[in-house]
């Protein structure tokens, strides 16, 4: 009998052996964890005709929507994100929206596949937790064990084309002595988000209740702490979503694509 | 009688002004020091149908391909490199090219413009020269008055939909001590070609000889100095003529689009 490995902290896994596992069905949990070391991605899959409107939008909002790989039309297998990954089986888990409305969780999307379908893999910010973590500064949904509060703000994004809306920031409070250090250090990662886009007061960028994520949960900001604020990548989903397309696919939350980029090759040369 | 400014580094005018020069047939030469410390651009219009493979091509290899702005299939008027400049009529003088081959070189190309026409502004190392010449590095085909000498190297671009083929380079000699500095130095301007992609022995990137570049005009290298090599934006428009599109229009050498974009603007933050 074959015994193969679960991938959790104590038996890491490579990411080929993560996709390897998901796309066998074995591995349908989310991916937290998973091949530590390497860059996970968002997934959104759109329709053809909004896809030269999607990458302008995304070359407009770098920070919020930061491309690792886009594919060609009708095209699942990457190559640059990973190699010869299959985009309809490797993720565990997919959520299919028409008309901007949720109509399915599914663990693979090679019913759903049509011909002009365009992918785009968007980076993360759990590339940059880890090198906060590594020059410890603490992350504290990790720490609480929840998701990463993330807030709607009155920071406009770029329109281009269709595609127009707020950007959505994830938030991480860090203590005073900290703060500088965790602006140079998530300023490295370029490619996944850089640098935090505000410091301090939630009111200054539209966040009324601080409380109040619109997106993941509340966490606990200790006296001494100031709260940075970090474009994230579920910016793109969100403008995407105003849209309605017929049909968009995306990852389920959680339930990312696992890359075979090194979270450090992330980094600014 | 209205007498006008006649750009020149003794007269310095604004973007705004030089355009409109240029718009009015006042301004035909080459753009050379006109609205110093102002990125310029080099220009790229394609059909419709080759839009997306082309950003992708640029997302893919952001050191040749720095897209300063791209803009909506159709659209000539920009909002990002400049508030409300008309690419068919802002620039001095364009090649206009079918199925590869130059057709005509016009001031104007109000009567060539379609509908599905989509434009590329891509940045351009003038912007990081002038940063060099402020850190006493010193620019050889400047103080030489040749064109940057340019060669085809070894080394691929990253391939997207129909656009392939090798990276172009520019290369400027540095003496020994200020090599690292240059590197520092042009490594700040990411959005514009960024730090070198090789440094030293030409002919470890295919280069034979260093004396024949394939476009632009040999300068001296003296003892004691090191070529540097950067990403060039002819990249972009040399893939795009090997596909030998029905129609695309670029610049003529020399004669780009002025941005309102400060150089200093371009740097990482």
């Known amino acids: 009998m074959r015994t193969r490995k679960t991938p959790n902290s104590q038996h890491p896994v490579s990411p080929a052996e993560a996709r390897s596992l998901i796309r066998a069905g074995e591995w349908t949990g989310n991916t937290a964890g998973v091949a530590p070391g390497y860059a ?13 409107d999607f990458l302008l939008f995304c070359q407009r909002n770098p920070k919020p929507c930061p ?57 993360c910010s759990d590339s940059f937790e880890e090198a906060l973590l590594r020059a410890n500064v603490p992350v504290r949904h990790i720490e ?27 938030m991480r409070p860090v203590p005073h002595r900290l703060v500088t250090r965790a602006v140079q250090i998530t300023g490295r990662y370029a490619q996944v988000h850089g640098a935090p ?18 997106f993941g949960d509340a966490v606990s900001i ?43 090759g992330l980094a600014g040369s």
Chains 1, 2 share one sequence.
């Open 144 to 170: 609480e064990g929840r998701n990463v509060p993330m807030y709607i703000t009155n920071i406009p994004c770029v329109p281009a084309g269709v595609f127009r809306g707020p950007m959505v920031v994830s």
């Open 222 to 264: 200790l006296p001494g702490e100031t709260p940075l604020f970090w474009a994230c990548g579920v910016t793109p989903q969100a403008v995407a979503m105003e849209v309605k397309p017929d049909i968009c696919i995306t990852h389920a939350p959680g339930h990312m694509f696992i890359t075979d980029l090194l979270n450090e």
């Open 40 to 52: 996970q991605a968002n997934l959104a899959i759109l329709p053809g005709e909004l896809a030269f």
């Open 67 to 123: 491309v690792l790989e886009g594919l060609e039309p009708g095209t699942w297998e990457t190559r640059i994100a990973a190699r010869g990954a299959d985009i309809r089986t490797d993720l565990p888990a997919y959520n299919v929206y028409e008309k901007g409305r949720l109509k399915a969780t599914v663990g693979d999307i090679t019913g759903q596949w049509q011909d002009h379908f365009v992918t785009f893999l968007i980076g």
């Open 197 to 214: 886009v505000h410091i301090g007061e939630p009111q200054a960028i539209g966040i009324r209740d601080i409380a109040k994520p619109d």
